[in-house]
């Protein structure tokens, strides 16, 4: 019985193309919840039309990590929500993963064009791991990696699925909507949309072993750009975070990807404090 982990975003998901869809307090995001919903349903048909026995997890991973609408939620799997958490957007992840797919994910920040690019959130101008420009689909990718567990699908606009292909040349994708910009893009009817992903996700699962995990030794040189100087000032309280030259950017020597990965996510966080 495999075991699959299903981590789903939402800026990449079908016809989505603004932060009105995604963010808890505008005005279009219960239909943006409704759009993710159905996307995960459609991969979550193919993974188990390919493996009918597979243990499937879902993993909110996109802001407060309550979106996914549980009520509408396929019922042959069991969903991760809720923050903080140990994984962030892999929480569940384990050594006795099989298969990883990226569901609704978008390209890291600075990419164009590509719907709503960023990296993890808005506080961050870049993520370098060992001199790699990573975003979350290559931190996440890597993560996985560390557990020996492949990343075999990525669905999203046409420039996501291009990041995990340079990451990841043997995984499939499934480009749900081609970029026009940072809030626009050119999509195609959900229905449709939901098809590509059901046949994708059998066909990913299907060829699962002829994928690598994304693997990335320690120790790792971790760089960050914060977009806030306060937040490089608070960031070098934390034991083994240094400023590099620049007025922005710091740095850290991790054992491990995983190491590397809880720093992100807690440099981000001290970002939010936007005046010390």
């Known amino acids: 019985m495999p075991k699959v982990l299903i981590s789903v975003d939402m800026e990449g998901v079908s016809g989505i193309v603004h932060s009105v869809e ?26 188990l039309e390919a493996e009918p026995s597979a243990d499937i997890v879902v993993v909110d991973a996109h802001g407060p990590f309550r979106n996914v609408l549980l009520e509408e939620l396929d ?12 994984g962030g957007m892999l929480a569940g992840l384990g050594n006795d993963v099989d298969a990883v797919l990226f569901v609704g994910y978008h390209a890291r920040a600075g990419t164009g064009p590509a719907v709503l690019a960023h990296t993890i959130s808005g506080d961050a101008l870049g993520v370098r791991l060992n001199g790699r420009e990573v975003g979350e689909i290559g931190l996440n990718a890597a993560l996985a990696g560390q557990h020996g567990a492949p990343v075999v699908l990525l669905s999203g606009d046409d420039a996501a699925c291009a990041e995990l292909r340079e990451l990841v040349p043997e995984a499939s994708t499934v480009a ?13 009817h959900p229905a449709i949309a939901r098809d ?14 002829q994928v690598p995990p994304l693997l990335i030794g320690g120790p790792v040189a971790l760089e960050v750009d914060l977009y806030n100087p306060v937040a490089v000032d608070m960031a070098t309280l ?8 620049g007025a922005r950017t710091v740095t850290f020597t991790a054992r491990d990807v995983a190491e590397a990965y809880n720093v992100v996510m807690l440099l981000l966080h001290l970002a939010q404090v936007k005046n010390g």
């Open 196 to 209: 590509r992903l059901h046949q994708g996700a059998a066909h990913a699962i299907a060829r699962r072993a």
């Open 176 to 188: 749900v909507k081609r970029a026009l910009g940072q809030l626009a893009a050119e999509v195609t």
């Open 238 to 245: 934390i034991p083994g975070v240094e400023r590099a030259a």
């Open 75 to 86: 019922q042959r799997v069991r969903l991760i929500r809720g923050r903080p958490r140990p």
């Open 22 to 47: 995604t963010n808890p307090d505008r005005y279009d995001y219960e239909r943006g919840r409704a759009l993710m919903t159905g996307d995960v349903n459609a991969v979550v048909a193919g993974v």
